[in-house]
């Protein structure tokens, strides 16, 4: 209640808030003192999803909890992307809890490529404890908590993809974590499917912003010869609304529903549609493609699909629109200018970086990895994971995690950038410049 007065006459009524910001008392307020709320049985709990941080923590620092900031910042975020994330997310790793005693999928049935020594069990709580098989891969997908808090300072995109792209980016880190710490077959398609949503909303939202109708074309928007029922956006709102309300026994049945391409199939259609907007010639960006193709081992319908099929409609109707970037994005500008390996075609270089730290263990140039990345990368606000130290040296891939979450936001930045160049173009054009 926030009227002093009504406090003493025994008469506040309504919902329960939870304060996340600073209550800054205004002048046109001025008894706003009084907080009154109901008593409520029982004792209180930290989140699971808190504890399971702080469990992290100690197991891979020996730091009993973690940074109640961070937690408090990372909440604070999926709380504006989405009212309903944090309990999707909660209610998410409650189920992931729940997953260990089920007695079809066993946990460790479905061992991963990148297999750790030695597991550790995390302490929950007194009665709970979560069995981690791949501890490092595990904690460093706190980088994709980080890449959702990220979208924060998306300006220009459309409220509804940085919606999805802060929802989806959340449930990756939920899905990521789940596959390595179970090595379980839900786990990695739920892994799996989170990394198509993600570069399905950035594959859509980057056609989007240079007018490509969501109905105009099914191959150029959904990669698909037949028609998709749901967006990306819509994937990324499913998901949410499935961890937020279904038992994990409907997870697998729910998520085959989603008719999401491969991502590693997206992600080439928006490279090769990205290298077209930047000026690269048709034999250069062909020869791209076949390697990819190549790189990816993908099969024939697939490649018919990109090659055959997406190439060409997309470069038509990139003409027919007459639609040439006379700018290119500012974190092309910063990568060009980084550390990024060997001398190759510049936009070759930057492609190739995000390549590899968007698919892992694709390289399609040969270029002598690793690069250096954390250099050439503009993406500073991803901070460490716990662990780091001694993970880079014991599992790669949990690098990989890292530096991926990163590439990622270099490539929702991107996205971005397209759409504030259309947004002065549009302001332009009714100015009579």
């Known amino acids: 209640e926030f009227i002093q007065q009504s406090c003493f006459l025994g008469v506040c009524v309504g919902p329960c ?29 930290p989140m699971l999803m808190r504890q399971v941080f702080d469990a992290t923590q100690m197991a891979m620092t020996g730091v009993q909890k973690f940074s109640t900031t961070d937690f408090n910042s990372l909440t604070l975020a999926m709380l504006r992307i989405d009212t309903d994330l944090v309990q999707s997310l909660e209610n998410g790793w409650n189920e992931v809890m729940k997953y260990q005693v089920q007695d079809q999928d066993h946990w460790g049935s479905n061992p991963s490529s990148y ?4 597991p550790k069990r995390l302490a929950i709580s007194n009665s709970k404890s979560l ?43 939920l899905a990521s974590s789940f ?82 391409p491969n991502y590693e199939i997206t992600y080439s259609a928006l490279t090769l549609t990205i290298l077209t907007n930047l000026g690269s010639g048709e034999l250069q960006i062909d020869f791209f493609a076949s390697q990819i193709m190549k790189k990816l081992q993908v099969s024939r319908l697939d490649e018919k699909l990109v090659i055959g099929e997406f190439l060409p409609k997309m470069r038509k109707f990139m003409h027919k629109k007459n639609i040439a970037m006379n700018a290119r994005p500012d ?50 606000i991803m901070e460490e994971f716990p662990g780091k130290s001694q993970c880079q040296k014991q599992q790669p891939h949990s690098i990989w995690h890292f530096q991926n979450a990163k590439a990622l936001f270099d490539l929702f930045q991107i996205v971005d950038e397209i759409f504030s160049f259309q947004a002065q173009e549009i302001l332009m054009m009714k100015n009579g410049l």
């Open 17 to 45: 808030f939870a304060f996340t910001e600073e209550v800054i008392k205004g002048d046109n307020l001025p008894d706003a003192t009084c907080y009154k709320f109901n008593e409520v049985k029982g004792q209180s709990a």
């Open 115 to 118: 297999v750790e020594e030695i």
């Open 131 to 173: 069995l981690v098989l791949e501890p490092c891969n595990f904690a460093s997908n706190w980088a994709y908590y980080q890449l959702m808090s990220s979208v924060a300072s998306l300006n220009w995109m459309p409220k509804e993809v940085k919606k999805a792209l802060g929802q989806s980016s959340a449930a990756l880190a």
């Open 179 to 260: 596959f390595h710490g179970s090595n379980t077959k839900l786990g990695q398609y739920f892994d799996n499917l989170m990394r198509g949503i993600n570069v399905c909303i950035l594959h859509e939202a980057y056609m989007q912003a240079f007018g490509v109708l969501v109905e105009t074309d099914s191959v150029l928007i959904r990669l698909t010869s037949t028609q998709n029922q749901m967006t990306g956006i819509n994937m990324a709102q499913f998901i949410t609304d499935l961890l937020l309300t279904e038992p994990y026994q409907n997870w697998f049945k729910q998520m085959k529903t989603i008719d999401v």
């Open 331 to 380: 974190i092309y500008n910063l990568l060009l200018r980084s550390n990024l390996g060997v001398q190759l075609h510049p936009i070759m270089n930057v492609v190739d970086y995000l390549f590899n730290w968007t698919i892992d263990k694709i390289n399609p140039f040969n270029l002598p990895f690793p690069l250096k990345v954390e250099d050439g990368t503009t993406s500073a």
